[in-house]
């Protein structure tokens, strides 16, 4: 900004605290004071502060000024005897204007009865001349050493005085650009944090959407994210998002020049218009409908992934504005953070998708087993790859009997959800082909881990059921090697652990421990309940509080079907999605009235 821009915008606080409105004439009370002061000590009737612009002078300090000027506060330059101050940097001094050839004609002497004047330069802050304190008479005079001395003093005072002025308005003007500032930076900051917090797309438009209007005032933001197989942009939507134009246009083709969006993405630049007006003339289809609210300022960015353009995102104003430089450079900062945000959102779900299927292929259908009902769940872990080393398993042995069992892999991710599958296949070979008991098996898994340098690290119950002596009964004969201990229920809903044995160690942890079986008796109506610590665990609690629980929901439960009884048992337990993976499954004796439904 120039020394008179300066000058003039400091001049807009009127040194009462009131700021000028902009467009109307400038009055100060400062300046108003100092041309009182040179009326007092030079004896002339009129004084001013004036401030000389390329088309006029301006006089935040006057007295003494015939009407209507006293009340502008302004003259053209074909009335200013301080235009001649400021092109020469040097005093003038007249005795009478109507015989100075310098100024005479000026429509000043005949309009505002300038006959005598007197002016001394005000500078800026950098030495030039911007105006003049002048005196003024109406008549001839000859002025005094004296009164020039004053006059040349409270000229310099009054410079001091500008040079504050502008000083002072510079420093505001710094502090709101470095207030705007750190409002930006807290808005990225923001943004950053909430598209962390993400996963899915939409998440990341609605994340876009606040961002802008904190950090930008707009209105509305939004995104589309370019689909290959179609060859257009398809319009990201979120509940929490409404913006009919771009609603009304979800899929955008690939086409230059037919979507400021399109464009954006196709060259991989800004494409910003100050209005709807500017924007209509450029794209015809981009105009508001009836009843929409009107869009004026836009602004369209490429959406960068790994260095190429894969979408577009929009910004939008419901008034008319400029962009500046910070803007610009805010707007391509949200574009680069919400590229960053949906490239990791699409590897997300491409982790995702594998993971899904991986786990499907793990978990294998249940078996039919006649006075036996089974049924199981299992819930991924609500991070990482949303699938992990939680399983159970349930077959039909060769001599009819069913075995179950549940295991925990450490972690909870693809390598988990792997080395889990395999060390599922072998347990499963091994109870299919060895007429041994659960301690046997489960003793032969773990010689045959550490015989093949497979490292894991698992906890396991594994279950036999055979028929009791006792009529429609079951016995389950189980042993446990470092996991959480199974739940019976009986037929009258009373919950209890059986945890009444030594506990052994888990899986590939100590070479040649000898392990031992339980035995329990089901009568018709009792059910058993295997489960994995993500059932039970808390990262607040002791495991017991968890058991605990467990026993208690149970309880509350029993008298539901099995398939309910797991339903609302998980919901009570697990507090939405597990922070650790969940594996269920449930056996029930039938009572021998009931029909097994899958015969």
Avoid at 199 to 220: C, E, F, N, R, S
Wanted: aromatic share 4%; net charge negative; hydrophobic share 45%.
């Amino acid at each position: 900004m120039s020394g008179v821009g300066l000058a003039v915008s400091a001049l807009t606080d009127r040194g009462d605290g009131v700021m000028q409105p902009p467009g109307e004439t400038i009055a100060d009370v400062s300046f108003d004071r100092y041309a009182r002061l040179v009326r007092s000590a030079l004896g002339v009737p009129t004084a001013l502060v004036s401030i000389v612009e390329p088309a006029r002078q301006i006089f935040p300090g006057a007295v003494g000024l015939p009407e209507p000027w006293q009340a502008r506060r302004e003259t053209p330059l074909s009335h200013s005897f301080c235009q001649h101050v400021v092109a020469d940097a040097e005093p003038l001094v007249v005795t009478d204007a109507r015989t100075d050839p310098r100024v005479a004609g000026n429509l000043a002497i005949t309009e505002l009865s300038v006959i005598a004047y007197a002016g001394f330069p005000l500078v800026d802050s950098t030495g030039a001349v911007i105006g003049a304190l002048c005196a003024i008479d109406s008549r001839p005079r000859d002025w005094t050493q004296a009164q020039l001395a004053v006059l040349e003093d409270l000229a310099a005072a009054c410079s001091t005085e500008l040079v504050l002025r502008a000083t002072r308005r510079r420093a505001e003007e710094a502090e709101v650009r470095a207030r705007a500032s750190a409002d930006r930076a807290r808005a990225l900051l923001t943004l950053s944090e909430d598209l962390g917090r993400t996963v899915q797309v939409p998440d990341i438009a609605l994340a876009l959407q606040h961002a802008a209007q904190h950090a930008l005032g707009a209105a509305l933001a939004g995104l589309w994210v370019y689909d290959d197989t179609a060859d257009l942009l398809r319009w990201v939507q979120h509940a929490e998002l409404s913006w009919p134009q771009a609603e009304r246009r979800r899929e955008l083709p690939m086409l230059p020049g037919s979507s400021p969006a399109v464009d954006a993405a196709l060259e991989g630049r800004m494409v910003l218009f100050g209005s709807e007006v500017e924007r209509v003339a450029a794209y015809p289809r981009s105009a508001s409908r009836d009843g929409e609210l009107p869009l004026e300022a836009t602004a369209y960015l490429p959406l960068l992934m790994a260095g190429e353009a894969s979408g577009a995102l929009a910004v939008v104003w419901r008034e008319p504005r400029g962009f500046s430089p910070d803007d610009r450079a805010l707007l391509q900062a949200l574009s680069t953070y919400t590229g960053q945000a949906v490239q990791r959102a699409r590897l997300l779900e491409q982790r995702t998708t594998t993971a899904l299927v991986l786990q499907r292929a793990m978990l294998t259908e249940l078996p039919t087993a006649g006075p036996l009902e089974i049924d199981a769940r299992y819930l991924p872990a609500a991070a990482d790859d949303l699938v992990g080393g939680d399983w159970y398993d349930a077959l039909t042995l060769r001599d009819g009997s069913l075995a179950v069992t549940i295991g925990d892999v450490i972690g909870h991710n693809i390598d988990a959800a792997a080395r889990m599958g395999a060390l599922r296949s072998m347990l499963r070979s091994l109870a299919w082909d060895r007429d041994e008991p659960p301690s046997g098996i489960v003793q032969r898994l773990d010689d045959t881990l550490r015989g093949t340098r497979t490292a894991t690290l698992a906890s396991v119950v594994l279950g036999h059921f055979v028929p009791a002596p006792e009529p429609d009964s079951f016995c389950f004969e189980w042993t446990n090697g470092g996991h959480p201990p199974p739940l019976l229920v009986s037929a009258e809903g009373r919950a209890r652990l059986l945890d009444g044995h030594r506990a052994e160690p888990p899986l590939g942890i100590v070479p040649g421990v000898r392990r031992s079986d339980q035995t329990v008796v089901l009568p018709p109506g009792a059910t058993l309940v295997l489960y994995t610590d993500g059932l039970i665990e808390r990262r607040d609690e002791d495991i017991d509080a968890g058991l605990a629980r467990l026993v208690a929901v149970t309880e509350r439960q029993a008298g539901k079907p099995l398939p309910d009884l797991l339903d609302t048992v998980i919901a009570e337990l697990v507090d939405g999605r597990p922070v650790d993976d969940v594996a269920v499954v449930a056996v029930r004796v039938r009572h021998p009235d009931e029909t097994d439904p899958t015969r």
